[in-house]
């Protein structure tokens, strides 16, 4: 199975479509009526659809279990047609199109089997994806290409060349990856003077995101946040409490981390912990929705 352990939860939506198409008027007035000799053909096709939904991941390898949280079926009779809708939604870290699919799919199968002794050609035709939304799919697309940004490592170690700097380089290459490559990367000890120079620095630069990474913990020595408090002019508290919500599912210290958000006049100030491993997991929990800050602090979204 894919690895979905890194994904957030959103709300996701799938709607499938499958088609019978009957040989005569006669099935579908059957249909209508109730008058089909196995039973309520609809009812037993919802009945079945619901299940199909439910027991998706039992019976196709590679989809992950997930809380299936609404499911409808509707039919519609076209001619000789009898089209068949199914929605399905969910909160998880992965989409349902697949369960909505399945549910159309066995709705088809058992419409088709109830038909079969009056409708010899009786057929199913058309099972496809309609719609799907959440995740990847529901992400605006961020023009990137034009922001200024810089990435400073804060660490003695570091500075010192006692260890090799990762965290700075993976934010340098997670920015390029985002449409970012107008990128400054510095390096100054754990120092309060150092960082608050740097601030001024690309401030006076026209930096629009500026990244602290490291400095965030508990020593005597980690000072990034309060380094960069008094700068903060409108500071956004859910940018890291979603953050350490993220890291806390996978690792219970998270908790620790003293990390701070917010605007320094126009430049977007973050401040992320300095292990390679924390870091990996704010870029996957904060990007690339963070990125819409800048459009909606001018006012071109929401």
């Known amino acids: 199975m894919v690895d979905i352990t890194f994904k957030t939860f959103t709300l996701r939506k799938a709607i499938a479509a499958a088609t019978i198409k ?6 579908v007035e059957a249909v209508k009526n109730g008058t089909v000799p ?38 519609e009779m076209n001619d000789l047609n009898i089209n068949i809708t ?20 066995v709705a088809a199968l058992v419409i088709y ?11 199913i035709s058309n099972i496809k994806l309609l719609e799907k939304q959440g995740g990847k799919s529901n992400q605006k697309n961020i023009d990137a290409e034009n922001l200024k940004a810089a990435v400073v490592v804060c660490s003695d170690s570091v500075s010192q060349g006692i260890k090799e700097d990762t965290s700075g380089k993976f934010l340098v290459d997670s920015l390029n990856n985002q449409g970012i490559n107008n990128i400054d990367y510095y390096i100054v000890p754990d120092d309060m003077l ?7 620095l690309y401030k006076s630069k026209g930096c629009d995101l500026l990244l602290f990474t490291g400095g965030t913990g508990l020593s005597e020595r980690d000072v990034t946040p309060e380094a960069v408090k008094p700068f903060i002019t409108k500071e956004i508290p859910g940018v890291m ?3 350490r919500n993220y890291g806390q599912d996978r690792v219970k210290t998270s908790m620790l981390s003293r990390g701070i958000a917010g605007f320094s006049d126009d430049m977007l100030i973050l401040t992320l912990p300095g292990s ?7 870029v996957q ?3 690339p929705q963070i990125l819409h800050v800048f459009s909606v602090k001018n006012g071109d979204g929401h």
């Open 22 to 27: 009957t040989s005569n008027i006669s099935t």
């Open 38 to 75: 196995k039973g309520n053909v609809l009812e037993f096709a919802r009945a079945s659809a619901l299940l199909a939904i439910k027991k998706t991941s039992d019976v196709i390898p590679d989809c992950h279990p997930l809380p299936v949280e609404f499911a409808s079926i509707n039919y």
């Open 86 to 105: 199914v929605e399905v939604h969910t909160i998880y870290k992965t989409g349902v199109e697949v369960e909505a699919m399945h549910g159309a799919s």
């Open 113 to 123: 089997d109830m038909l079969k002794p009056i409708d010899k050609n009786v057929e």
């Open 194 to 200: 150092a960082i608050r120079k740097q601030i001024e």
């Open 241 to 243: 409490e979603t953050a």
């Open 276 to 282: 390679a491993g924390a870091v990996k997991e704010y």
């Open 285 to 287: 929990a904060l990007f």
